[in-house]
């Protein structure tokens, strides 16, 4: 929980740089995995979406703080503080979705009868810090 105008400020702009790479991060994971119609992928998607509509709710609460003068927001954050909700949102969601993809390489792996190691592959050297 942010108190001052310079946490909050700094609070957001986090944030604004989490959501940059979920974007790019999910929109190559959606790539990889939206593809046949599996009841895994079908979830995954519709994981997607939300995750998707939370970054942007995010980033639209974001543009309005800083569109706000600093005086307005410096007499503001005078009298509340600020938690980042849609912060945690978004990363309940990540984690769902992280949770889903699990699912649908499982369902792949049964299917086919051989893993996903390409989706897996890539997926991990994605994560890496290399491309964070």
């Known amino acids: 929980m942010a108190v001052g105008e310079k946490e909050i400020f700094g609070e957001i702009v ?25 009841s895994a992928r079908d979830e995954l998607e519709m994981a997607f979406i939300r995750l998707c509509s939370k970054v942007l709710v995010f980033l639209i609460e974001a543009k309005c703080y800083f569109q706000t003068s600093t005086e ?22 990540e984690r769902r979705v992280a949770g889903l993809r699990a699912l649908a390489d499982a369902e792949d792996t049964k299917s086919t009868g051989r893993t996903s190691w ?15």
């Open 72 to 93: 307005k927001r410096m007499l503001r954050s005078a009298f509340h503080a600020f938690e980042n909700c849609q912060m945690k949102q978004i990363e309940a969601q």
């Open 118 to 132: 390409p989706f897996s592959c890539l997926w991990s050297l994605w994560k890496s810090p290399f491309f964070e």
């Open 14 to 38: 986090q944030g604004v740089e989490a959501s940059s790479q979920l974007i790019t991060r999910y929109t190559f994971l959606a790539i990889l995995y939206i593809g046949p119609s599996t």
